[in-house]
């Protein structure tokens, strides 16, 4: 909820014409990253109201100006008029049509200056609307676009009460964060019980230098005072600290406190810089499916693993087949497409990733020839990091299915197969 609107002494120096055009279907064409120069001084209201952007008791953009910004490449882009121009401005970024959807709207993300942020695709086009809150003037300014790296993660650990993974990444914002979650396959942590937001106070505040703030996906962005979760979820537990949540300046974001209780604050963090919390559901354990065949020599392979998977970390997720026929050439194939089971040369063999697969380097089982102490393996968080074009590169959040194969000559198709492991990629 605003509090006030307030006609700020800023001096900036008005371009000769007015840049931004007054009207959608004259979008004034820009592309790639920078500063770009609006004045909406002299502008009318040409846009419908975008409800993303309602706070206050309106949706309506006015005195707007137009831009159409093509993306430069495929990410995640900021738009940004903080602390460039003295107007309450608003932003909003729509599909290339002017009767198309909204894609982002923000009124207020740095005081009465407005950021939004949109995983982009490199050559579309955009419409990128900057105008002022009702009833208050237009006038010059910059709006910046920036594109945004991928996160870093600060630090990971998993829930042992639900198998969740929770990962703190370094954005300040709020809506950078949950873009950036859902980039990877998931959201902000969704908080259920008391029990789970106890163990994240426990574990991740103050875990890493910085983050002793967490945002967490609860928003009442859209309906002011109806607080949903960001993943959809119909969850109903609260935690909010004393005389909380107090929306004092258009408050529609939470983070949790040092003492695990909750505040409202808006989507830059308003001074208490939180970092974002992701909540993965990819800490459960590997699972093992489909059946091992049986080898001419009486060998049944099985494909195992220890340690984590993880797309960040350069080693530490190791995946083994024993029991392999010795002194034989084999390999470890995996696929993201899913599980299956297709007869293998054999009635008790079968091929149970679907393909598209990726294979690994060919090594030797080793072990005593004729007996069945053979092995392969490989650290398949190495792979991941050493090959990042392989064919289903997996991403956090990715289900990974893999299978063991090595040389069996007597068997119809010369070779043969272990059984399966399924699991799921953590950041």
Known sequence: MKLQ???????????????????CSAAQAITGVGS????SSSATTDGSPANLCYSSGSAQIERDVWFRWTA???????????????IDSRLALYDGSCAGAVLACNDDACGLQSQIGYTAVAGLDYLLRVGSFPGTPGGPGQVTITALTPPQVLYTAVNPANNHLYAIIDYASWKDCEARAVQLGAHLAQVEDQA??????????GAVAGANNLWIGLSDELVEGTWAWSNGSSSTFLNWD???PDNYGNEDHAYMRPNGFWNDVPNAGGGANPRGLVEFDCGAPPASYCTSGTSSLGCSATLGSSGT????????????VTNVDAQRQGLIFYGTSGAQAIAWGTSTSFLCVKPP???TAVQSSNGTAGQCDGALGID????????????????AGTTVFAQGWYRDPPNPKTTMLSDALSFNVCP
């Open 196 to 205: 789970e937001n106890d163990w994240i106070q426990q574990n991740l505040i």
């Open 380 to 395: 398949f968080n190495t792979f991941m990091a050493t090959h990042p074009t392989a064919l289903g590169q997996p991403f």
């Open 357 to 359: 697969t990726q294979r």
């Open 72 to 86: 430069p490449s495929s990410g995640y882009f900021t738009f940004a008029t903080c602390a460039q121009t003295a």
């Open 5 to 23: 609107h307030l006609s700020l002494a800023f001096s900036f120096v008005a371009p000769a014409f007015a840049q931004g055009s007054d009207a």
């Open 309 to 320: 998977p993880s797309a960040s970390s350069a080693s530490g997720f190791v995946l083994s």
């Open 242 to 244: 004393t005389g909380q």
């Open 36 to 39: 770009f120069a609006f004045d």
